[in-house]
């Protein structure tokens, strides 16, 4: 299981609620112009769950962007490229729920 600390990026708030081989589950704080960079997972479904924002999913599949208000959800499935900002580039903070499965982070920039 790729750990946050060996993560590509940095973001302001990163806290573990829940954590097992298979399953992972975090609060996460973007501040303002920070994002998850475009990545994809090959075994876990990210789902976001947001707490205070707006937030932006985006991806690189047919459904596109998906913007989030406080209380919405999102999952994105294995192989699918996506980011995850603020609104505008605005802070925003959400759970991420990720399983079932090993957790890497691919890269995809410049694919």
């Known amino acids: ?3 946050p600390e060996d ?9 573990l609620i829940a954590e097992t081989p298979d399953l992972r589950v ?3 704080t973007l501040e303002p112009g920070e994002e998850i960079p475009w ?32 209380d919405d959800t999102y999952t994105v499935t ?5 980011r995850v900002t603020g609104k505008d580039g605005r802070r925003c903070r959400f759970v991420c729920v990720q399983g079932i499965g090993e ?7 410049g694919l």
């Open 7 to 15: 993560l590509p990026y940095f973001i302001e708030g990163r806290e």
């Open 39 to 70: 990545h994809f997972h090959t075994e876990v479904t990210d789902t976001f769950i947001c707490l205070d924002g707006p937030m932006t999913v985006e991806t690189k599949a047919a459904s596109g962007t998906k913007d989030l208000q406080p």
């Open 1 to 3: 299981m790729t750990k």
């Open 78 to 82: 294995p192989d699918k490229a996506h």
């Open 26 to 28: 975090q609060i996460l």
């Open 103 to 109: 957790h890497d982070f691919i890269p995809t920039e």
